[in-house]
């Protein structure tokens, strides 16, 4: 069992930074997992963002964050970041943090993660 919790989102105007975080606690591992931020907007279907590999050696950034968005993941500290520069409106969303269990790829398939922590929202404005 993996307990995923989101901090760190806000308003911030168009241009600006966001830092979001993911603390994960529980018995299992945190390290065994692949963490994968998704984002959902109103009336629109989750979408993928960017995840990281369980050992973090490896990252999958959707092409429209490309050269804006970051992940990075401390597993000492439970803990995956996400450093979003350059934001726009359309950035606007409620951004999860996803777990599952370390596989061969990073999947952007949110159907496939085991567990989800409750959200944080991200407000661009312009």
């Known amino acids: 069992q993996v307990q995923l919790v989101e901090s760190g989102g806000g308003l911030v105007q168009a241009g600006g930074s966001l830092r979001l975080s993911c603390a994960s606690s529980g018995r299992t591992s945190f390290s065994n997992y692949d963490i994968t931020w998704f984002r959902q907007a109103p009336g629109k279907e989750r979408e993928f963002v960017v995840g990281i590999s369980w050992r973090g050696g490896s990252t999958r950034v959707a092409d429209s964050m490309r050269g804006r968005f970051t992940i990075s993941r401390d597993n000492a500290k439970n803990t995956v970041n996400l450093q979003m520069n350059s934001l726009k409106p359309s950035d606007t969303a409620a951004y999860y943090c996803?777990?599952?269990?370390?596989?061969?790829?990073?999947?952007?398939?949110?159907?496939?993660?085991?567990?989800w922590g409750q959200g944080t929202q991200v407000t661009v404005s312009s």
């Open positions: 996803a777990a599952k269990l370390g596989g061969a790829s990073i999947s952007d398939n949110p159907r496939l993660y085991d567990y």
